[in-house]
């Protein structure tokens, strides 16, 4: 049975490892070997290797995007001083290479990757600030032997390292750090803490103890008999521009994203993208075919409901938005309509393979299938939308949240306790709507808001679950610098604090993985025109004011209102959310019943019985809990795969394959 997940399907996208050895023993060739072939399958284009120095050995697999016949890795200076392993894209890099040509650096490719060791002999580490992208990337100083890590500002490039025994080991993917003899499987109990309250971990802790990961906009500089220096180079600020009125901002808007969407259709093979039928996804198709002039190839997803339906009105909502919006920009429009099937419960596992770790988002199973497609398509690049609900106030509960801001000034806080006790146990619309505001008006700390509106688990929940009398002593450390980060924040708005956790927390480390892992699992190289850092300094320089109305993202929706159709201006923000809890009680059914056991839950110590009743009550709906449920499904799973060792993992084919099999009939449908 294969180890290796998607190993026929997941292939063409860069990545990169290396081994850093104090004592300058020499690496081995051989284990350097199979650390890069672990990462095959994020490029089969072609692979390198620099084992020149001693105690020092890079890695390096390649999708060819940009300079398709010279932009072989590892790249080194004009004086082989400084080395370099890239993973990701620098969108200004032809602005760079102009500047650093014109100071007498001599290029020998067209790849955007040879800036850096350029870069690096004429700004040092100063070259971070300038680039604009996303990348993870390793520079080498042979002359200082000094290794610097790095990840873009907002984590949408992943990196990894760990010390087994004596040597420090860095990759793209945590499945080549096992690779190394020294690796050990265990998981580490204060990341499964974070993971059952948020349903992701944050850097620098992974699942695995003893593994880490680059925060967002995080710089690791490692030197022999020194201690690694963490910093971090990049994080959002507030620099409030208020002399600009609301037409002025959408004006300034609508112009920088339009260069920002310019600079991210960079590319020597074909683009398109993801189009959910969401304003952002929208926006950033119709301004794609503006400028390139032609029709865009764009990809969405759905579920196989009869029409009208149920079903189909809860779960359809984006394919048909999707529709609408393809047919309004003369997009080029393919969709993959997933049936009810035994498939998925073949692909799960898979899955949870190349995510490494598991991330509590249901939304993993379409964003593979939607990759695929493309895929299959001929097309290996996609664009997407992420990234604008953060800045922007796209979330429902940014509405939510200026509803109990305006209720906290109406009750003082020392009257809410009484209006809560009153409140208790009201049956009436209106009595539990003012008993949600209150509940929210007395989280006044930003870290208890956040949770109160976006935690997997209540944390009086996760206390019971854990059988305990309180949450865990790292839990609080980390909840307490989560929660000074919020409040030294320069604004006075609850709302931006919000903002910014969602866009520092849950963006880098739930959907930029979800989205690097599984798109580079389906060969797509995934890029984020939102995410652009100076297209954030401008959204958060822009008050609340201008984003709240319309059902948020209002001054998104000025920029974009000569671009993007009515019908998708005047949508309601919806959640890319499948049929999760029809498929738990149906097609993945058997597997829940192998994985979630008092048993097994038990023995990652948490209250077995418990959890057990729990999941329970879910399938047979008598308390829905489809977070904690679903949360906890792929965490056995993935347990069971990369801990145990005792699950088994198939293959499925070509990305082309994979859609033949979602389209073929099905008779288990």
């Keep these: 049975m294969a180890r290796n997940g998607f190993t026929a399907i997941l292939c063409r996208m860069c990545g990169i490892c290396g081994i850093l050895k104090p004592d300058q023993a020499p690496v081995e060739a051989a284990l350097l070997k199979r650390l890069t072939t672990a990462l095959a399958h994020r490029g089969p284009d072609g692979e390198g290797f620099f084992l020149e120095d001693p105690g020092l050995g890079f890695g390096f697999r390649r999708l060819a995007i940009i300079d398709l016949q010279t932009g072989q890795q590892p790249i080194l200076n004009e004086d082989r001083q400084v080395v370099t392993v890239f993973n990701g894209e620098i969108y200004n890099y032809q602005a760079l290479r102009e500047e650093l040509s014109q100071a007498g650096h001599i290029f020998t490719t067209q790849t955007d990757t040879e800036v850096l060791v350029h870069g690096y002999e004429a700004w040092g580490l100063g070259l971070v600030e300038r680039l604009r992208g996303m990348y993870a990337f390793a520079l080498w100083n042979r002359a200082q032997r000094r290794l610097s890590l790095v990840r873009d500002r907002t984590g949408q490039k992943p990196l990894y390292y760990a010390r087994w025994g004596p040597d420090f080991v860095f990759a793209s993917e945590i499945k080549a750090l096992l690779q190394h003899p020294a690796a050990v499987r265990q998981m580490d109990e204060s990341a499964l803490h974070q993971y059952l309250l948020l349903g992701y971990v944050l850097p620098p802790l992974t699942l695995f103890h003893g593994i880490y990961k680059l925060g967002p906009g995080q710089l690791l500089t490692l030197e022999a008999g020194q201690e690694p220096q963490l910093s971090t180079y990049w994080q959002p600020t507030f620099a409030r521009q208020d002399r600009y009125s609301f037409a002025e901002n959408a004006q300034r808007l609508e112009g920088l994203l339009t260069q ?63 529709r609408v919006a393809a047919q309004a920009l003369a997009a080029h429009h393919r969709e993959i309509v997933l049936p009810h099937g035994d498939y998925l419960a073949a692909i799960l596992p898979q899955i949870v393979y190349a995510l490494d770790e598991p991330i509590a988002n249901p939304a993993i199973i379409q964003t593979v299938f939607v990759a695929a497609l493309a895929r299959a398509s001929g097309v290996p690049v996609l664009l997407s939308g992420d990234g604008a609900d953060e800045t922007f106030a796209g979330y429902p509960f940014f509405q939510q949240d200026a509803r109990v801001e305006h209720y906290r000034k109406l009750i003082p806080s020392g009257l809410n306790r009484g209006v809560l006790h009153a409140l208790a146990g009201g049956k009436s619309n209106l009595v539990r709507a003012t008993h949600k505001l209150a509940e929210k008006a007395a989280l006044l700390r930003p870290i208890d ?65 979800r989205y690097d892992k ?48 009515s019908a998708i201006l005047k949508r ?16 993945f059914l058997p597997q829940v019943n192998q994985l979630l056991t008092p048993e097994r839950f038990n023995a990652l110590g948490l209250q077995g019985a418990l959890a057990h009743q729990q999941t329970r009550d879910h399938l047979e709906r008598r308390v829905y809990g489809l977070q904690r449920v679903w949360s906890w499904f792929v965490l056995q799973m993935w347990h069971a795969i990369f801990i145990e060792q005792s699950y088994p993992v198939e293959s499925a084919g070509s990305p082309e394959a994979l859609v033949t099999m979602v389209t073929a009939p099905h008779p288990d449908a």
């Design 572 to 587: 309601k923000k919806w959640g890319f959310t499948p049929p999760a809890s029809d498929w738990l009680r149906t097609v």
């Design 260 to 322: 920002v969407v310019q600079d991210h259709l960079m590319s020597d093979v074909p683009l398109g993208t993801f189009l959910s039928g969401g304003l952002d996804s929208t926006l950033v198709t119709a301004l794609a075919g503006r400028l390139t002039g032609q029709s865009v190839r764009s990809f969405t997803v759905g579920f196989d409901f009869e029409k009208n339906s149920p079903g189909d009105q809860k779960f359809n909502v984006d394919i048909h938005y999707a």
């Design 518 to 565: 599984l798109a580079m699992a389906m060969s797509i190289e995934g890029r984020a025109p939102f995410q652009d850092h100076e297209l954030i300094d401008l959204a958060l320089a822009m008050p609340l004011a201008h984003k709240l109305p319309r059902g948020g993202k209002a001054v998104l929706k000025q920029a974009a209102r000569y671009h993007v159709p």
């Design 449 to 513: 808001r956040f949770l109160g509106w976006d935690a997997l688990l209540p944390p009086s929940a996760l206390v019971a679950v854990l059988g305990a009398t309180h949450l865990p002593e790292s839990l609080q450390q980390t909840l307490s610098a989560m929660n000074s980060t919020l409040e030294s924040l320069d604004t006075p708005h609850m709302g931006d604090r919000l903002g910014y956790a969602k866009l520092r927390y849950w963006l880098a480390e739930d959907s930029n993985l």
